[in-house]
């Protein structure tokens, strides 16, 4: 690594992870040539990406939020409705789905975010419950526990995207910039800000922060890309129904980043990749495969308190990333993502 | 006078239950000052510090800052008025890296909208990088930047604190018992530490526990006791007030 | 002249509220000596119900050492519950770290996690279905109580619930545990200064609370004749509820609580389709947290 110019390894490993991700990947699933693997690929990548969106309230401003699969959710039946009651595609459903989740979240988040720790905590599993409620009841909108099938498939700007491959890399790609947008908001000064809420909430705000306003708009934010997760995943399955959004799935998502570090953007990635890839390695345990989830959360709790890639190690990792631009000898670009 | 003042408290009063822990006091700051705040335990200090910075309001009488009535104003819209502080007990961020917790200074006094972060942001994010690297290099601390603040000593946790108040570029600075904790070696370093602070034209309010350092660096001390302002003078008269010795409790603390 | 059908649903209520009480109770008393939340409270509740099913099954005892073996199963349980989500991250002794941020968040997802491993593990013994109970155990057959029609299960779980409630007062006010137990959450370095075993204390405040928790798991289990691995999860939340609206300490205001939120869901049933009843709960909750912080019943702590 000597060799590079520090400021190039950025660019290096940004460009090796894309290299991964839009070639060598989807190259061996064609060389598999099995719908299956697609399926887990896609899976895991919309699980990333959930996990990604909880690590920015939970691991870097220290919400602790338990109802996120249902703002997922809220996404999902936005994606299905507009597309089977409006006929829309995918290139509409996916950004309002994503917004109709954000307005959500922002609307219960106005009277809830003054509570604090555990307060804000059980809040939130009880407006995910709510929701979920919602969706599993009121017949006449969700069709109820029947769940929604989608009649139409993923598309861009009328483009039929909905072949095995290209499916991968619609999914591919809106995961990829929506991490690239959460790595902006966590790894800049904003992140900074967010952290220091985590930190000190009350010395935050006498540094001038907006503590009240920030935890709004980091749970709206975090809500927005947990939508757009929710449209990706209506309409790369065709199916959708409550059970796939119900207080479990938000303990999953909460265990892919307590497993991978709470703070840390990479940790959250590997989370998601080790809760989804682990049980799929391990078919033939069957039943077991659940009870690993909360094993290796218990776990990871007790032995690795800090994830496997905590805030601290993740802090180290960001500073030989990044650090280039944040030295003063550097071209002056500050902690912004250059 | 009215409007000339940078900060100026007129009859302000805070009740807590049947307590009045601070009982009309007048005072004021003017530009370019290095005033003290003393006072025995329990005489108000940390209330009427609450008072200014916005962390209590006052039940009763007004606070002025730069010419705007700041009562009941949240603690971070009078930090962003242009008001840095310190906290007695050291409140760092503790898992965040030095530089990062100095930047949260400049990060809170600068607009902090998401969108700058997710497009671009440029030259924000130029902005708070200089501000920090400036208010680090003021502190002494460019060395330890990339050191996770958990891990400095206690001293140099002072000027952390210092530092992070610093990047918020603030009109005043107020700096609550800074030396509590300190030898006297540390404490002298420190006096000449806010003394290169106020002649680089910052306008200081120092609150302690402790007489000497105020009495050692600052122009005018106001004196608290019992919830009321006993005495507001230069050092040397506050020395020879009979008033300030006796709520010393025989005036041998220094 | 009341209609009968309030009467019913009022008495519904109160022993569904009762339940929620004996699970209240458990949060209560484990909120109260180390300040955090017990996530795999439920799940004590579940294994109270699966203990009894199993005994039932196995070999037919009377009514009353049913009961007996699930409070055993929930003392173990609680007992179990506290060595391996709590105890490992009490690893200091004084009172920052007993009441720390730390330990509070660390347990709260370890007891989550522990809640999934016991779920998860009462699945694949006996599959996510609801279990089948023989006719002859089931506490539901009806009553005429004058104009109205009630469930044996309805003065049964009255009944013990009632019963378990002045065993606990008597046992806080009265006995040597339950002083240490208050002393604790009351203030636990000075217990400790005063020569409370407060490791020893935290334990016996899981055995009883969680004993109180598989009783309500049992009897509900025998009245609705619906066990299954997932059965604790609802009612957990909704002694949650009961708890904070009961201003968290209060062990008296969590029984209120309980019952109001009982009734209510109860009588609501009057009005919406029984799926939306749930939501009772959450309004409830959150209802209390915007406009109660302290509880309905005066202080509480501080939580914004």
């Known amino acids: 690594m000597s060799g590079f110019d520090a400021r190039m390894r950025p660019l290096a490993v940004r460009a090796g992870l894309a290299l991964l991700l839009f070639a060598v990947l989807p190259a061996v699933l064609a060389g598999f040539d099995r719908s299956y693997y697609y399926q887990v690929a896609n899976l895991a990548l919309i699980f990333v990406l959930l996990a990604a969106s909880l690590q920015l309230v939970t691991g870097v401003a220290g919400l602790l939020h338990l109802g996120h699969a249902a703002f997922y959710g809220v996404g999902a039946y936005a994606a299905a409705l507009l597309s089977t009651e409006l006929g829309l595609g995918f290139t509409v459903t996916l950004p309002l789905a994503g917004l109709i989740a954000a307005v959500i979240a922002l609307l219960v988040a106005l009277p809830t975010m003054r509570l604090v720790s555990i307060y804000f905590a059980v809040a939130t599993l009880a407006i995910g419950q709510m929701l979920y409620l919602v969706m599993l009841n009121w017949v006449g909108l969700t069709k109820g526990p029947n769940g929604i099938v989608l009649t139409r498939g993923l598309e861009l700007f009328g483009f039929d995207l909905s072949g095995r491959l290209a499916t991968y890399y619609t999914v591919a790609g809106v995961v990829a910039l929506s991490l690239v947008a959460l790595g902006r908001l966590s790894h800049s000064y904003y992140g900074n800000a967010l952290r220091s809420i985590r930190e000190d909430d009350q010395c935050a705000d006498a540094m001038g922060v907006r503590t009240a306003r920030l935890k709004m708009e980091v749970f709206t934010l975090s809500a927005f890309f947990a939508g757009v997760a929710g449209a990706l995943w209506a309409h790369m399955t065709g199916y959708i129904s409550p059970g796939d959004f119900d207080f479990g799935e938000s303990i999953l998502i909460l265990a892919m980043i307590v497993v991978g570090g709470l703070g840390s953007l990479p940790g959250a990635a590997i989370g998601a990749l080790v809760l989804i890839l682990l049980p799929e390695v391990l078919r033939d345990l069957g039943d077991f495969r659940n009870i690993m989830v909360g094993l290796v959360m218990f776990g990871c709790i007790l032995f690795l308190p800090k994830g496997l890639m905590g805030e601290v190690s993740a802090l180290r990792l960001a500073r030989q990333q990044f650090g280039a631009a944040w030295r003063r000898t550097g071209n002056g670009v500050g902690i912004g993502w250059r | ?254 | 002249m009341i209609d009968p059908y309030y009467l019913q649903q009022l008495a519904i209520g109160l022993s569904l509220g009762m339940t929620y009480a004996l699970m209240a109770i458990g949060f209560t008393l484990i909120f109260g000596v180390l300040n955090v939340v017990n996530f795999a409270h439920g799940e004590v509740y579940t294994i109270g119900a699966f203990a009894g099913l199993v005994a039932i099954t196995a070999f037919a005892p009377p009514f009353l050492a049913v009961l007996f073996l699930a409070l055993a199963a929930g003392a173990a349980a609680g007992f179990s519950l506290e060595r391996i989500a709590f105890r490992p991250f009490r690893r200091f002794t004084d009172e920052a770290s007993l009441k720390s941020r730390a330990m509070r968040e660390s347990t709260l997802l370890s007891s989550l996690a522990v809640s999934i491993v016991v779920r998860e593990a009462l699945e694949i013994v006996f599959g996510s279905e609801m279990q089948p109970l023989p006719f002859e155990y089931m506490i539901n057959a009806p009553v005429q109580a004058g104009p109205v029609t009630l469930a044996t299960g309805d003065l049964i779980i009255f009944g013990v619930a009632a019963a378990m409630l002045a065993g606990l007062q008597y046992m806080l006010k009265r006995t040597r545990i339950g002083l240490s137990i208050r002393a604790v959450s009351n203030n636990p370095l000075g217990a400790r200064y005063v020569g409370i075993n407060t490791d020893r204390t935290i334990v016996m405040t899981f055995v009883v609370g969680s004993t109180m928790g598989a009783a309500a798991g049992i009897l509900v289990g025998l009245y609705y004749g619906a066990i299954f691995p997932a059965m604790g999860f609802i009612p957990g939340v909704k002694a949650f509820v009961a708890m904070v609206m009961g201003g968290l300490s209060s062990i008296p205001g969590a029984v209120i609580s309980a019952l109001i939120l009982g009734v209510s869901e109860s009588m609501a049933t009057t009005f919406l389709a029984s799926g939306w009843a749930d939501m009772v709960a959450y309004g409830f909750l959150i209802l209390t947290l915007v406009f109660f912080p302290s509880g309905l019943f005066g202080a509480g702590r501080e939580r914004v």
């Open chain 2, 1 to 254: 006078m009215n409007g000339t003042h940078l900060l100026e408290i007129a009859g302000a009063s805070r009740r807590f239950g049947g307590v009045l822990a601070v009982d009309r006091v007048d005072a004021h700051v003017d530009e370019g000052e290095l005033v003290g705040l003393i006072g025995p335990n329990g005489a108000g200090k940390t209330t009427l510090f609450n008072l200014i910075s916005g962390f209590t309001p006052p039940s009763a009488g007004t606070i002025r800052f730069r010419g705007r009535t700041i009562n009941g104003l949240r603690p971070n819209q009078v930090a962003r008025l242009g008001m840095g502080r310190t906290f007695q007990n050291l409140r760092i961020f503790p898992n965040m890296s030095v530089f990062d917790n100095v930047s949260v200074g400049a990060v809170g006094t600068l607009p902090q909208g998401p969108f700058g972060a997710l497009f671009g942001g440029r030259d924000r994010a130029r902005r708070i990088s200089e501000r920090t690297w400036a208010a680090l290099e003021t502190a002494g601390l460019t060395g330890v930047a990339d050191e996770l603040a958990a891990n400095l000593s206690y001293g140099r946790r002072k000027y952390l604190e210092i530092a992070r108040a610093l990047a918020m570029e603030p009109a005043f600075l107020i700096l609550d018992e800074p030396a509590a904790g300190l030898n006297d070696t540390e404490t002298a370093d420190l006096a000449a530490f806010i003394r290169r602070l106020h002649a680089g034209g910052l306008t200081i309010m120092l609150v302690e526990h402790d007489m000497t350092l105020v009495m050692g660096i600052c122009q005018r001390v106001v004196v608290l006791a019992s919830g009321r302002k006993i005495a507001d003078a230069p050092p040397d008269a506050v020395r020879r007030d009979p008033g300030v010795l006796e709520a010393y409790l025989g005036g041998d603390e220094e």
